[in-house]
């Protein structure tokens, strides 16, 4: 069990070693920076009590902050606010240490103005551009990857396309939403193509081999509907779960149900497909 949880442990203390290298590059380029623009610049040591007070003041606030919960490979729009919260505080904690240590002593106040934006873009990118090689790499997927097509561009259909994104063996190829405004947009990366109606056609020309309904919110009629499209394709469709029937135990998050029609008047029923040939994600 120790040598397990030494090896989770690895990646996260890669993680600090490489956000505290770059508040010791920050730290050390602006001032370098600053001060080699004057006739005779003063001698900046690659380590310092200002230094480790630097490092020890801003690791900490990453800490505090929460900044090691979240991984790379999952990086979004919390992951870039905690990141600002962590610079911003990471400069009240060091202004406030080195005023306690030297008075700022031969501190820029340029750099103390710099500092959490280069830090901040410094920290942010490498995080970013990690995510898109990921889900790139599993964009490509292999040449058996199952072409999938999702009905409607909502919540839905969006956080369905990150999960698919993580098997490798299912490619999203395009949406289809009856909304104007969504028409020749993309969400995460993929197209929305056109409406339900213009699914037969669509189906065709994109290859796909599985329609995932994305709609949990749709009413009886709405979701009557775009089962007889699907139906017309003659290819197999899937459906995700309404919040409702997660939460009350008769689906599993992130599960998707295969759509059998008993009588034509009345709502789909879902059936779970764990197991089969649809994707559970």
């Known amino acids: 069990m120790s040598v397990w949880r030494w090896r989770m442990g690895l990646p996260r203390l890669a993680v600090v070693a490489h956000d505290l290298a770059m508040v010791w590059l ?8 600053r001060f080699g623009l004057e006739p005779h610049p003063l001698e900046m040591p690659l380590w310092s009590a200002e230094v480790a007070l630097v490092l020890a ?3 900490l606030v990453f800490w505090q902050v929460g900044l090691y919960r979240g991984l790379w490979r999952f990086a979004s729009i919390p992951d870039l606010w905690n990141i600002f919260k962590a610079c911003a505080f990471g400069l009240f904690a060091i202004v406030l240490g080195l005023f306690l240590y030297n008075r700022l002593d031969l501190v820029s106040r340029t750099v103390l ?3 959490p934006l280069v830090l901040m873009a410094l920290l942010g990118t490498p995080r970013l551009l990690y995510r898109a090689w990921k889900d790139s790499r ?14 409607g561009a909502g919540h839905a259909g969006e956080a369905l396309v990150r999960d698919l994104r993580r098997f490798g063996s299912y490619q999203p190829v395009g949406f289809l939403d009856d909304a104007a405004r969504l028409r020749g947009t993309k969400l995460q990366g993929v197209p929305v193509l056109g409406k339900v109606q213009d699914l037969p056609e669509i189906a065709r020309e994109t290859a796909a081999k599985l329609l995932v309904i994305a709609m949990p919110g749709a009413d009886a009629n709405a979701l009557q509907r775009v089962v007889v499209a699907c139906e017309r394709t003659g290819l197999p469709f899937r459906m995700v779960p309404r919040l409702q029937d997660v939460l009350e135990g008769r689906s599993l998050p992130g599960e998707l149900k295969e759509v059998v029609r008993k009588v034509v008047d009345l709502p789909p029923v879902a059936e779970g497909i764990a197991g089969r040939d649809g994707p559970t994600v």
């Open 138 to 151: 599993n964009d490509r997927g292999s040449k058996e990857s199952v072409r999938i097509l999702i009905l």
């Open 26 to 33: 920050v730290w050390q380029g602006l001032h370098r920076l």
């Open 113 to 115: 103005v710099l500092y």
């Open 57 to 59: 003041a801003q690791g």
